[in-house]
Nanobody, 124 residues
Framework: QVQLVESGGGSVQAGGSLRLSCAAS????????MGWFRQAPGKEREFVAT????????YYTDSVKGRFTISRDNAKNTVYLQMNSLKPEDTAVYYC?????????????????WGQGTQVTVSS
């Protein structure tokens, strides 16, 4: 059973940057697409970014395009989310997740393993 552990969250001012990391256990990390999601208080969990198993396909939600970058290092079993030009509306708990397959997908129900989440707070 895979375990996903996020790190790198914290509190920053608007315009600042954070880099989230998600370390995965197990030897099959490179066989699956990975994604980042977030959930703000009182809101449903929403898709942020996804990357295919090779890193060849990447998708972002419109609100983070040009500001966030997802990447992966299969040798380190780690997926990253570089977040620049942060806005107060980016405040949420951020979760990484492993997809059911190799393709980059945006639907929450296409992910079957989740981390515990890391808090990101952006102040104005």
């Amino acid at each position: 059973q895979v375990q996903l552990v996020e790190s790198g969250g914290g509190s920053v001012q608007a315009g600042g940057s954070l880099r989230l990391s998600c370390a995965a256990s197990g030897r099959t990390f490179s066989s699956y697409a990975m994604g980042w999601f977030r959930q703000a208080p009182g809101k449903e969990r929403e898709f942020v970014a996804t990357i295919s198993w090779t890193g060849g396909r990447i998708y972002y939600t419109d609100s983070v395009k040009g500001r966030f970058t997802i990447s992966r290092d299969n040798a380190k079993n780690t997926v990253y989310l570089q977040m620049n030009s942060l806005k107060p509306e980016d405040t949420a708990v951020y979760y990484c997740a492993r997809s059911v397959g190799t393709l980059a997908v945006v639907a929450t129900n296409q992910y079957n393993a989740w981390g515990q989440g890391t808090q990101v707070t952006v102040s104005s």
